[in-house]
């Protein structure tokens, strides 16, 4: 009988709605035109939420409300939400300058790059460009998708240049594949004046992936974070309870007499009265404070230890859990407070994050802004400035500057811009200069100095011999 189990048919979760691709939750609706008449058309739902194996409902309510996936959502969101955005172009020497000043650059492409610029500097009427931004970068986090609606004067020229652009809701619009090959998006509800019964143009939405698979969706992170926090949410709501009544004496009252239903009624209700009275801190009778209980009936009172933390080693779990939950992100978990790490390797550990995770982020974004906003025009391109990311400390930036201008790389108004600072109308300013050698850092900067690495003990040797 055993071989007939092949040919049975798999249960299906009743947790879960239809699948698509084989992504059954906390994903993104996608409509599909499975024929030629509208009466035909079907909308598939991926379900926005999961339930984990020990049976606790993990969605998007859920992920908003958890502390450590808010943390990685916001640290990513304020990274990307500081950086200037500048439209650039290649002038005659393949040099990438800003388009909207330098004078190299035509008057169709200068044209096109001030109205663009001025759409990224004022998204509309309600959000500044940084709120803008951070909440771009939390709803494609947080969904693996973002859809952004623009606003067009005139909104079936797709050429126009958009004059406002909005962030919608990602669990209230789906995806249409039409037999053109473009995509169509649809409303599950009025928003920004758009209506749910017309659907909008490929021109219209910018529908952004964090994680791209099939073409036409982005892979959630929720699915990869359901376990994770569930058992995170868990710990916390355990903990909160041993907090709270942990504090409080616990116990028993058992005897090995037999007791009527009657009597023991009356005797749990005097038990109550009496606890209340020896550990409440209101007792009904102010004249009774801290009274003994008088127990009878042969009975016995037998103390019940709460299980602690540290008992169910929650503490490591928590921890555990939070760095897998950070891992998922792509953030490091000292950047959350989780952990130890070094002052020292901070700028290391921001290092890695700009390049591993940002880069690839902001490449994305700034891809789907040209395709979006500057069709016809290929010698423009957006591009978000990260030049503040990776300059790191003070001394940092002053011992780069001065091997630069030493080594003939740079001239010594590029390194002033590069500062920060103004530059200055002289000759040798604006002239490359190689004064040769090796150019030795800034006392006090080199990793040893700081305790960022190497042989530390020599330093305390230099400064007890009084040597630089």
């Given at each position: 009988?055993?071989?007939?189990?092949?040919?049975?048919?798999?249960?299906?979760?009743?947790?879960?709605?239809?699948?698509?691709?084989?992504?059954?939750?906390?994903?993104?609706?996608?409509?599909?035109?499975?024929?030629?008449?509208?009466?035909?058309?079907?909308?598939?739902?991926?379900?926005?939420?999961?339930?984990?194996?020990?049976?606790?409902?993990?969605?998007?309510?859920?992920?908003?409300?958890?502390?450590?996936?808010?943390?990685?959502?916001?640290?990513?969101?304020?990274?990307?939400?500081?950086?200037?955005?500048?439209?650039?172009?290649?002038?005659?020497?393949?040099?990438?300058?800003?388009?909207?000043?330098?004078?190299?650059?035509?008057?169709?492409?200068?044209?096109?790059?001030?109205?663009?610029?001025?759409?990224?500097?004022?998204?509309?009427?309600?959000?500044?460009?940084?709120?803008?931004?951070?909440?771009?970068?939390?709803?494609?986090?947080?969904?693996?998708?973002?859809?952004?609606?623009?606003?067009?004067?005139?909104?079936?020229?797709?050429?126009?240049?958009?004059?406002?652009?909005?962030?919608?809701?990602?669990?209230?619009?789906?995806?249409?594949?039409?037999?053109?090959?473009?995509?169509?998006?649809?409303?599950?509800?009025?928003?920004?004046?758009?209506?749910?019964?017309?659907?909008?143009?490929?021109?219209?939405?910018?529908?952004?992936?964090?994680?791209?698979?099939?073409?036409?969706?982005?892979?959630?992170?929720?699915?990869?974070?359901?376990?994770?926090?569930?058992?995170?949410?868990?710990?916390?709501?355990?903990?909160?309870?041993?907090?709270?009544?942990?504090?409080?004496?616990?116990?028993?009252?058992?005897?090995?007499?037999?007791?009527?239903?009657?009597?023991?009624?009356?005797?749990?209700?005097?038990?109550?009265?009496?606890?209340?009275?020896?550990?409440?801190?209101?007792?009904?009778?102010?004249?009774?404070?801290?009274?003994?209980?008088?127990?009878?009936?042969?009975?016995?009172?037998?103390?019940?230890?709460?299980?602690?933390?540290?008992?169910?080693?929650?503490?490591?779990?928590?921890e555990q859990t939070m760095k897998r939950i950070c891992g998922v992100f792509?953030?490091?978990?000292?950047?959350?407070?989780?952990?130890?790490?070094?002052?020292?390797?901070?700028?290391?550990?921001?290092?890695?994050?700009?390049?591993?995770?940002?880069?690839?982020?902001?490449?994305?974004?700034?891809?789907?802004?040209?395709?979006?906003?500057?069709?016809?025009?290929?010698?423009?391109?957006?591009?978000?400035?990260?030049?503040?990311?990776?300059?790191?400390?003070?001394?940092?930036?002053?011992?780069?500057?001065?091997?630069?201008?030493?080594?003939?790389?740079?001239?010594?108004?590029?390194?002033?811009?590069?500062?920060?600072?103004?530059?200055?109308?002289?000759?040798?300013?604006?002239?490359?200069?190689?004064?040769?050698?090796?150019?030795?850092?800034?006392?006090?900067?080199?990793?040893?100095?700081?305790?960022?690495?190497?042989?530390?003990?020599?330093?305390?040797?230099?400064?007890?011999?009084?040597?630089?």
């Amino acid at each position: 009988m055993g071989m007939l189990d092949i040919f049975k048919r798999k249960s299906v979760a009743k947790s879960e709605s239809n699948t698509l691709f084989g992504q059954t939750t906390l994903g993104n609706n996608l409509l599909r035109n499975i024929g030629s008449q509208s009466a035909f058309q079907q909308m598939l739902y991926v379900t926005t939420s999961s339930a984990t194996q020990a049976g606790r409902t993990v969605d998007m309510s859920t992920l908003s409300r958890n502390s450590t996936v808010m943390s990685c959502l916001a640290v990513k969101a304020r990274a990307l939400s500081q950086l200037p955005v500048k439209v650039m172009a290649y002038n005659a020497n393949d040099q990438l300058v800003d388009a909207c000043h330098d004078p190299s650059i035509g008057a169709r492409d200068k044209i096109k790059a001030r109205q663009v610029y001025n759409l990224l500097a004022n998204p509309n009427n309600f959000q500044s460009q940084y709120e803008f931004w951070y909440q771009f970068s939390m709803w494609l986090d947080m969904a693996g998708e973002c859809y952004t609606v623009f606003w067009r004067k005139d909104q079936n020229k797709s050429d126009q240049t958009p004059l406002e652009m909005y962030i919608l809701d990602a669990t209230l619009i789906t995806t249409q594949l039409t037999e053109t090959r473009y995509p169509m998006y649809r409303l599950a509800t009025p928003s920004y004046g758009f209506s749910k019964d017309a659907p909008l143009d490929y021109w219209q939405v910018m529908h952004m992936m964090e994680m791209g698979w099939q073409g036409s969706g982005g892979w959630n992170k929720g699915i990869l974070l359901t376990e994770l926090v569930g058992l995170d949410q868990d710990i916390d709501l355990y903990a909160n309870y041993v907090m709270q009544n942990g504090a409080k004496p616990s116990g028993l009252f058992v005897t090995d007499q037999v007791i009527p239903d009657s009597k023991y009624k009356e005797i749990a209700a005097r038990l109550k009265e009496g606890w209340s009275q020896l550990t409440g801190s209101r007792p009904t009778d102010p004249s009774k404070p801290g009274q003994g209980m008088l127990l009878d009936n042969g009975m016995k009172y037998m103390p019940v230890d709460m299980l602690s933390i540290q008992d169910a080693d929650l503490a490591a779990l928590k921890e555990q859990t939070m760095k897998r939950i950070c891992g998922v992100f792509g953030v490091p978990p000292q950047m959350i407070s989780v952990g130890e790490s070094k002052f020292n390797n901070t700028q290391t550990m921001l290092d890695e994050f700009y390049k591993s995770t940002m880069a690839p982020l902001l490449t994305n974004v700034e891809q789907k802004l040209k395709v979006s906003l500057l069709q016809g025009y290929p010698n423009l391109y957006i591009q978000f400035q990260t030049d503040n990311f990776l300059k790191g400390a003070p001394l940092d930036q002053m011992n780069y500057s001065v091997a630069g201008v030493n080594a003939g790389i740079l001239t010594p108004n590029e390194a002033r811009k590069y500062l920060g600072l103004c530059e200055i109308d002289d000759t040798i300013a604006k002239t490359l200069v190689n004064k040769g050698g090796k150019q030795e850092p800034i006392a006090g900067s080199s990793p040893q100095d700081t305790g960022g690495g190497g042989n530390t003990s020599s330093v305390g040797k230099t400064g007890q011999n009084g040597k630089a």
